[in-house]
């Protein structure tokens, strides 16, 4: 697995006796190993701070207490199986702007990535504001199917709505 940061990509290799290597490559061309074997003096600790993170996660991604009671307990079930994230926990990779740009663009996520990456908050903001982008940032939050913004964009003046035929 491996983690982008903003200097530097962490790739983590889990050996079989349990313990682990972080390969630190910055963007400067410097690369650091870091390893960790179960009997490290650390290595509890490490492992309290991981479960820690994840546990913390899932209950600040809820809406409200009693959603993290239960996103917790889930989670928790989940280790318990042996797994490291509840099914369906992750979501898309990418912000709804690089996935509403990569689909107008017809150009892979990574590449609107490197874009949106490229561009002032100012930019990325008026860019977010621009109708076509909009309307797919609100498919992709859920907030509407696109329709409803469509709708208004296709409707004439005196118009109230607009009939859907199936």
Known sequence: MAT???????STIIHDDGGFTHTL???NGHTRVFSVAP????????????????????????D?????????????DAFDEGEWSLVG??????SPLVRALAELKGISEGEANTIVKGLTKSQQAKLRRTERI??????????????AVLDDLLKDEGDDAIERVA
Not at 4 to 10: G, H, L, S, Y
Not at 64 to 76: E, F, G, H, Q
């Open 39 to 62: 009997d490290h003096e650390l290595y509890a600790r490490f492992a309290a701070a991981g479960a820690k993170g994840k546990i913390l996660g899932a209950a600040n991604s809820a």
């Open 25 to 27: 490559n910055y963007t």
């Open 134 to 147: 909009a309307t797919l940032i609100a498919k992709f939050k859920g907030e509407t199917d696109g329709d």
């Open 4 to 10: 982008k940061q903003a200097k530097v990509e962490v």
């Open 89 to 94: 926990e992750g979501g898309p990779k990418y």
């Open 64 to 76: 409200d207490s009693d959603k993290a009671v239960t996103k917790v307990d889930a989670l928790l």
